[in-house]
């Protein structure tokens, strides 16, 4: 749990300090480009600061948001779940990226591991039932790691397959892909978990899913979303 007293020593305001860990985290910029977008607002920081603050700070509310979401994502993200996995490459070696989201889009759990098979897929699959419980319903590819972590957990019976059917977490991919073009990948695993964990879970605050709602809506969902950033590590 947070705590108010994490901005005690630092002279730059937890305003500045948000602002700056949230466009790194949420868009696609480089530090650069943060420091260059605070200096347009008159705000005098270095590229190294953000990183320092993204590093220091972004795990703390990662995990203030996963802690208020996810009493309530308990309650009916237990419908469906989809599962997928993608390649990332780690200091030139290739790297598993695991994903689970809820029938609306939401992200789960992302675990990074070194192999794609058996030992890895039920780490992921025990992990998100430690957190979220077990699903009705479990969509994943063809890959065969799948159906033997499945039994091993004792939900086999709760596994679907089929063509298109987990589009939702392939397309879950993306905003995480356009945030590893702009960081020029990563050189170390733990590194990779760290950030895919705190971006999971700022894009779950932030994503208000546009294109379901009318813009009187988004407009009031999004205000909220950022009023609620604003308060992190308030008290």
């Given at each position: 749990m947070t705590r108010p007293a994490s901005f005690k020593y630092f002279?730059?305001?937890?305003?500045?300090?948000?602002?700056?860990?949230?466009?790194?985290?949420?868009?696609?910029?480089?530090?650069?480009?943060?420091?260059?977008?605070l200096h347009e607002r008159g705000i005098d920081v270095s590229h190294e600061s953000v990183r320092y603050w993204w590093?220091?700070?972004?795990?703390?509310?990662?995990?203030?948001?996963?802690?208020k979401r996810v009493q309530q994502l308990r309650s009916y993200s237990k419908w469906k779940w989809h599962v997928d996995e993608v390649f990332v490459k780690v200091n030139g070696k290739r790297h598993y990226l695991w994903r689970a989201v809820d029938h609306e889009g939401e992200v789960l759990e992302v675990v990074v591991t070194k192999r794609r098979n058996k030992a890895a897929a039920l780490k992921f699959l025990r992990k998100l039932m430690k957190r979220h419980g077990c699903a009705e319903e479990i969509v994943t590819d063809r890959f065969a790691s799948y159906k033997a972590a499945l039994r091993k957990v004792g939900a086999l019976e709760k596994q679907q397959t089929g063509r298109w059917l987990n589009n939702r977490v392939e397309n879950s991919h993306l905003p995480f892909r356009r945030r590893e073009r702009a960081m020029q990948r990563f050189r170390r695993m733990r590194s990779l978990q760290k950030f895919a964990s705190v971006h999971?879970?700022?894009?779950?605050?932030?994503?208000?899913?546009r294109s379901l709602v009318s813009r009187d809506t988004f407009k009031l969902t999004r205000a909220a979303a950022l009023s609620e950033w604003r308060q992190l590590c308030s008290g």
């Amino acid at each position: 749990m947070t705590r108010p007293a994490s901005f005690k020593y630092f002279k730059t305001s937890p305003e500045i300090i948000r602002l700056a860990v949230m466009l790194y985290i949420r868009f696609p910029l480089s530090l650069r480009n943060v420091e260059d977008l605070l200096h347009e607002r008159g705000i005098d920081v270095s590229h190294e600061s953000v990183r320092y603050w993204w590093n220091r700070f972004g795990p703390m509310f990662a995990a203030e948001i996963r802690r208020k979401r996810v009493q309530q994502l308990r309650s009916y993200s237990k419908w469906k779940w989809h599962v997928d996995e993608v390649f990332v490459k780690v200091n030139g070696k290739r790297h598993y990226l695991w994903r689970a989201v809820d029938h609306e889009g939401e992200v789960l759990e992302v675990v990074v591991t070194k192999r794609r098979n058996k030992a890895a897929a039920l780490k992921f699959l025990r992990k998100l039932m430690k957190r979220h419980g077990c699903a009705e319903e479990i969509v994943t590819d063809r890959f065969a790691s799948y159906k033997a972590a499945l039994r091993k957990v004792g939900a086999l019976e709760k596994q679907q397959t089929g063509r298109w059917l987990n589009n939702r977490v392939e397309n879950s991919h993306l905003p995480f892909r356009r945030r590893e073009r702009a960081m020029q990948r990563f050189r170390r695993m733990r590194s990779l978990q760290k950030f895919a964990s705190v971006h999971s879970s700022v894009y779950n605050h932030f994503n208000r899913e546009r294109s379901l709602v009318s813009r009187d809506t988004f407009k009031l969902t999004r205000a909220a979303a950022l009023s609620e950033w604003r308060q992190l590590c308030s008290g």
